[in-house]
């Protein structure tokens, strides 16, 4: 092997070696997505609250995990079993369209609870219950997370988010089945943000703030208090709780499980521009050498100035003179629109003066000019310098390409 390819290969090496160095060194940044997922230790994961739930409802039920969507969680169920049996889904978002939301209401009517806790829920499921939520007003209540608190029935215990910035609300309630058991508060208003909607013989809790199941606030007192009494409306022994979330962010490439990972993605990454690189170099030092070949001069100019010298020392010059009016008009109609049927019209004569910047007696001047050659037959070299001159200033003024 050559030296120069040892030493590119030592080069390669020792960047390798201080990125590693760098990165082993430097603090990692903190994820802040929301998954709400059982693994995910980061702020908006929900493995604290995993962990803590049978401490919040009591060891006395029991706690299965469910990866599947509800939807064929629900296929699945015993129907006989409905009424010991209670759903709590945490997610970012909630969609929940026709097939879902005839599963979802059969098996609360038969006795089921569902406690779904997310920042929005479909608008058709909604529709369905009579509901409708929107964001807070930022117009009438200017939201912060410290002029925001929350508070649950009849509590008064303020509950401050400093991380939460969506701030969503039920804006619409149906009276004869809906509770409201938590409000969110701002500027004196106490706006509804956790429901309770009872169909037939069970119940749906619907809940606008997950952000309170994540762990970087389970770990706080005031927050684990309100996760608490919140979840322990919950009535049912047996407790299914959902670990299913689509990331629609996440990479679908066969790369994906390298491209989730820092050191994996930067790797692959120096990996491919190393590749790059050696690609650009060796094709520098083997390829052979290309030769250059003069394209052929473009004449065009040339030709057109040649012949455009013919017609004007041969041709007829009220024919030239024409010409250069038709190639004038079709100008003005091309760039400002307007319609030259009528050269003498006062209203043509000042849009085109407007459209053009163009002084208004020289345009009218101009017309008249033009007016004057348009069907004239005869005309001489001096009538051919006389209009082109007229026309060429006014082009120049007017700015025309």
Same mark, same amino acid.
Do not use: C
């Given at each position: ?9 030592l080069?390669?090496l ?9 990165d ?23 493995y ?59 098996y ?6 569902v406690f ?12 369905t ?8 007003d ?8 410290r ?17 939460? +910035?969506?701030? &969503?609300?039920? %804006? $619409? ?7 409201? !058991?938590? /409000?969110l #508060? ?34 706080q007192e ?11 409306i ?23 499980v ?12 120096l ?12 094709s ?9 070949i +003069?394209?052929? &001069?473009n004449? %065009? $100019?040339?030709?057109?100035q040649?012949?455009?010298? !013919?017609? /004007?020392? #041969? ?8 010409k250069?009016?038709e ?8 760039n ?12 043509f004569?000042?849009?085109l ?49």
């Amino acid at each position: 092997m050559k030296r120069s390819s040892w030493l590119g290969i030592l080069l390669l090496l020792m960047v390798f070696l201080g990125i590693a160095l760098i990165d082993s060194s430097a603090k990692k940044p903190i994820d802040w997505s929301e998954t709400y997922l059982f693994r995910d230790k980061i702020p908006f994961g929900t493995y604290v609250f995993r962990e803590e739930i049978p401490n919040i409802l009591g060891t006395d039920r029991t706690y299965t995990n469910f990866g599947e969507s509800t939807y064929e969680l629900l296929s699945n169920f015993d129907s006989l079993a409905f009424t010991q049996r209670a759903i709590i889904d945490i997610s970012e978002f909630h969609s929940i369209y026709e097939h879902d939301t005839k599963s979802l209401l059969s098996y609360v009517e038969n006795g089921g609870e569902v406690f779904l806790s997310g920042k929005s829920i479909t608008d058709e499921f909604l529709d369905t219950l009579g509901l409708y939520f929107e964001l807070l007003d930022y117009a009438k209540f200017r939201p912060t997370p410290r002029s925001v608190y929350y508070t649950l029935g009849q509590d008064t215990a303020r509950l401050y988010l400093d991380k939460v +910035t969506n701030m &969503p609300v039920f %804006s $619409k309630l149906n009276p004869d089945n809906t509770t409201v !058991l938590g /409000y969110l #508060n701002a500027r004196g208003r106490a706006l509804p943000n956790f429901i309770k909607v009872s169909h037939g013989k069970g119940s749906i809790y619907l809940h606008l703030l997950p952000a309170v199941f994540g762990n970087y606030y389970m770990l706080q007192e005031k927050s684990y208090n309100y996760v608490t009494k919140a979840l322990n409306i919950i009535k049912s022994k047996e407790i299914w709780l959902s670990d299913y979330a689509y990331n629609w962010t996440q990479p679908r490439t066969p790369l994906r499980v390298i491209l989730q990972q820092p050191g994996f993605r930067q790797a692959w990454y120096l990996l491919l521009f190393g590749l790059v690189m050696l690609m650009i170099f060796k094709s520098k030092r083997e390829q052979r050498a290309v030769p250059v070949i +003069t394209p052929e &001069p473009n004449k %065009s $100019k040339e030709f057109a100035q040649t012949i455009g010298n !013919l017609y /004007y020392e #041969n041709g007829d010059p009220g024919n030239i003179i024409q010409k250069k009016i038709e190639y004038f008009l079709f100008d003005v109609r091309n760039n400002y629109q307007l319609d030259t049927l009528k050269l003498d019209d006062e209203r043509f004569i000042k849009q085109l003066s407007s459209k053009s910047t163009v002084d208004l007696e020289e345009t009218k001047s101009l017309l008249q000019l033009i007016g004057h050659y348009k069907n004239k037959k005869q005309a001489s070299l001096a009538d051919v310098k006389l209009v082109n001159q007229k026309i060429e200033d006014f082009k120049q003024k007017a700015n025309f390409i």
